[in-house]
């Protein structure tokens, strides 16, 4: 089977397109592009080296970061994926709801407004355990920083397009429970 690249191209676009991206939104941050833009680079830069690197650390508190981070890391990602397949066709890597979209407050979404952004926080929490590294754990808090603008972003127009969301906003925390910063419940 051949692969035909006018088509994938074509298709590539229908998506983009589908979800909200415009090219006067890109570069204006119409819909939130922005925020998705630096939320990818801050999760492509948790691959970079540690820094500072640790040299003289007991093996069995070295042991033990690498075995908590690998869990925590593989939990996140766990989280990340069961939110992906609980959204479904509502799935879209900007701050707005496409048109023909629908609330989802089941499953992942039961109890957690953002079980997508918890799940990418869980896997920057892990890196940064595993790796011991404090530019880790200056992208784990600037991640935390952009996916709370984004969420607050999303928030305003679900409250805009779905009414419900509103009641649902003071009974489900946000990203994490008992953490002020990422449960903003009013």
């Not at 088509?7 to 397109?17: A, E, G, Q, R, V």
């Not at 925590?72 to 994926?81: D, E, P, T």
């Not at 603008?149 to 009974?171: D, S, V």
Request: net charge positive; with cysteine; charged share 20%.
């Amino acid at each position: 089977m051949k692969l035909n690249s006018s088509n994938l191209f074509k298709d590539i676009k229908t998506l983009l397109s589908k979800w909200g991206f415009s090219k006067q939104g890109i570069f204006n941050n119409s819909k939130g592009e922005w925020y998705l833009f630096s939320q990818i680079l801050l999760i492509l830069l948790h691959f970079i080296p540690p820094y500072p690197k640790i040299k003289h650390i007991a093996y069995s508190i070295n042991t033990f970061c690498i075995i908590l981070g690998l869990a925590v890391s593989i939990l996140g990602l766990f989280v990340v994926s069961k939110a992906f397949i609980d959204l479904g066709e509502n799935l879209t890597p900007l701050p707005y709801p496409m048109n023909e979209s629908s609330l989802i407050k089941n499953n992942s979404y039961q109890n957690v407004r953002h079980p997508l952004y918890q799940g990418l926080l869980l896997v920057s929490t892990g890196i940064c355990i595993l790796s011991m590294s404090l530019i880790h754990l200056v992208l784990l808090i600037s991640l935390a920083y952009i996916l709370k603008i984004k969420a607050l972003k999303e928030e305003e127009n679900l409250k805009i397009k779905f009414p419900e969301y509103k009641k649902y906003m003071k009974e489900v925390p946000a990203i994490i429970k008992k953490i002020k910063y990422l449960d903003w419940r009013s």
